[in-house]
C-alpha cells in the first residue's frame, strides 16, 4: 500500500495535471525529475504537505505554473521569471536561431524589449564573440534580465529604455519580441497572470512593430539586419512595414506550428 503523503501516490491523487504534480513536488522539495522517481517512496511531512496543497492552489486559481516556480527553461537553461516579465515562449528559441544564423563573429547585437533577457542572454552564451547589448522600458525587469546574465554568465549590457529613446549607438543586428497580440484577441483572457504592456499594445496589436520597423535603420549599420517577432497573422502586414521603410531581402519564417514568425530584413543604403 502506498502512503497517501508519499510522492508516488501524491502525483496520481492531486487534482492537476500529473507533469505539473512533479514540477511542483520538485520545485518543493528541490528534487530532480530522476530524483522524483528513484524517490518517489519520500512522504512529505506537514509542514510540507501544506506548502504542497498551497502551490496546488495557486495553480488551480490559474497562476502559470512557471510563476509559481519562478523558473522557466529556454534554450535549454534555466531562467528566472516573475510577474514582470514575459514567461519566454518556445517559439521564441527560432528567433535566437536565426540570430546565431546571420550573426557573424564580433557582430554587435541589441535586442529591444528583453524582458527576462532570455533572448540576449542565451545569443550571448551560444556565440561569446557577439557584442550584446539588451534594452527594456520596465526596470523591474531589468532587474529579473540582470539576474538571470550574472546567473547564467553572459556578458550583456542592459539599458533601461522604452524602445529606442535611450539608444545612441548602431548595430549589425537588432532583434525585438514585442507586444503584438491585439486587444481583443480572445488569446489575452488567458494570459491575465503576465505584464498585460508586454503582450498587446492596446491599439491594433502591430503599433510597438510599426514603430520598431521605422525607426530602426536609423540605429542599423549599412547592411545591419532587422529581426521581429509577430503574430500567426502578421505576416502580411509586417512585411509591408519592412518594405515601406526599404529593408532589402525582406523574408518571413514559420515557427514549428507552421505560422509566420519571424520577418527580417536587410538595411542595405
Ligand atoms: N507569443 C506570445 C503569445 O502568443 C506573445 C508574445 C508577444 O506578445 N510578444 O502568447
Not at 30 to 56: G, V
Not at 242 to 255: G, M, R, S
Request: charged fraction near 20%.
Amino acid at each position: 500500500m502506498l502512503n497517501k503523503n508519499s510522492i508516488a501516490n501524491l502525483i496520481v491523487t492531486t487534482n492537476l495535471d500529473r507533469s505539473e504534480v512533479k514540477i511542483l513536488l520538485g520545485h518543493l522539495l528541490r528534487f530532480t525529475k530522476a530524483q522524483l522517481i528513484t524517490h518517489n517512496d519520500y512522504i512529505l511531512n506537514n509542514s510540507q504537505l501544506q506548502e504542497f496543497y498551497e502551490l496546488c492552489n495557486q495553480r488551480l486559481l490559474g497562476i502559470p505554473i512557471n510563476y509559481i516556480t519562478g523558473t522557466r527553461e529556454f534554450y535549454s537553461r534555466e531562467f528566472k521569471v516573475n510577474s514582470d516579465t514575459l514567461i519566454p515562449r518556445p517559439e521564441t528559441e527560432l528567433l535566437v536561431d536565426t540570430i546565431l544564423e546571420y550573426a557573424k563573429a564580433g557582430f554587435s547585437l541589441l535586442d529591444l524589449g528583453a524582458g527576462s533577457g532570455c533572448i540576449a542572454i542565451s545569443v550571448k552564451l551560444e556565440s561569446p564573440t557577439l557584442f550584446v547589448s539588451a534594452v527594456d522600458k520596465s526596470p523591474k525587469a531589468l532587474e529579473v534580465a540582470k539576474f538571470n546574465a550574472a546567473n547564467l554568465g553572459a556578458n550583456v549590457e542592459f539599458k533601461q529604455s522604452d524602445w529606442f529613446s535611450n539608444v545612441d549607438a548602431k548595430y549589425d543586428i537588432i532583434v525585438s519580441n514585442p507586444p503584438y497580440i491585439h486587444p481583443e484577441d480572445n488569446h489575452l483572457d488567458n494570459l491575465s497572470f503576465e505584464p498585460l504592456d508586454a503582450l498587446t499594445d492596446f491599439y491594433d496589436g502591430l503599433s510597438c512593430l510599426r514603430h520598431i520597423i521605422t525607426n530602426a535603420r536609423n540605429y542599423l549599420n549599412n547592411d545591419g539586419i532587422l529581426m521581429v517577432e509577430h503574430g500567426y497573422d502578421q505576416g502580411v502586414s509586417v512585411r509591408e512595414l519592412f518594405i515601406l521603410n526599404e529593408f532589402a531581402k525582406v523574408t518571413t519564417l514559420c515557427d514549428y506550428s507552421r505560422n509566420e514568425r519571424i520577418t527580417l530584413g536587410a538595411a542595405v543604403n
